[in-house]
């Protein structure tokens, strides 16, 4: 699962953890083990750590959550409250892969752009050299 979105990453173990009978501190615990390098994993970690001493609300405001992030940790806290969740998550999962593929095709309509840059840098000179070349010879023959 390289290159899926990091929340949307948690979203899909924490669904088909739920989905096979495990709660949602199994599922997230078993997410937590599984890739612990993962940049989702870290911040769910200093989340839970931040939650077991400030109480339920946890970190709600740091720089690194994004809107979505701060969705599936409000889903999850919720589901470490004893509530259900599942169809929570199941939602939040049609929402952020629409998200991911919304921001896939943002790229790929800007990336045609990004590909002339070198065309604009390398090539862009060559022919004004070759156009203003022989002008420029004429100029300085007359100069001399």
Same mark, same amino acid.
């Given at each position: 699962?390289?290159?899926?979105?990091?929340?949307?990453?948690?979203?899909?173990?924490?669904?088909?953890?739920?989905?096979?009978?495990?709660? +949602?501190?199994?599922?997230?615990?078993?997410? $937590?083990? =599984?890739? &612990?390098?993962? /940049?989702?994993?870290?911040?769910? %970690?200093?989340?839970?750590?931040?939650?077991?001493?400030?109480?339920?609300?946890?970190?709600?405001?740091?720089?690194?959550?994004?809107?979505?992030?701060?969705? +599936?940790?409000?889903?999850?806290?919720?589901? $470490?409250? =004893?509530? &259900?969740?599942? /169809?929570?998550?199941?939602?939040? %999962?049609?929402?952020?892969?629409?998200?991911?593929?919304?921001?896939?095709?943002q790229h790929l309509h800007a990336l045609p752009f990004l590909a002339l840059l070198p065309v604009l840098f390398f090539q862009f000179p060559a022919y004004l050299m070759l156009l203003l070349g022989p002008f420029l010879q004429d100029l300085l023959r007359q100069l001399e």
């Amino acid at each position: 699962m390289e290159g899926i979105a990091p929340p949307l990453k948690l979203v899909l173990h924490l669904r088909i953890g739920l989905e096979n009978g495990n709660s +949602v501190r199994s599922a997230l615990t078993s997410f $937590l083990d =599984g890739d &612990p390098q993962n /940049e989702m994993s870290l911040l769910v %970690e200093c989340w839970l750590g931040q939650r077991g001493r400030l109480g339920t609300k946890g970190m709600r405001n740091h720089e690194k959550w994004t809107c979505w992030r701060q969705m +599936v940790i409000e889903v999850v806290s919720r589901g $470490l409250e =004893g509530e &259900p969740i599942l /169809e929570d998550i199941k939602a939040l %999962e049609e929402e952020l892969i629409l998200a991911s593929q919304a921001q896939v095709e943002q790229h790929l309509h800007a990336l045609p752009f990004l590909a002339l840059l070198p065309v604009l840098f390398f090539q862009f000179p060559a022919y004004l050299m070759l156009l203003l070349g022989p002008f420029l010879q004429d100029l300085l023959r007359q100069l001399e």
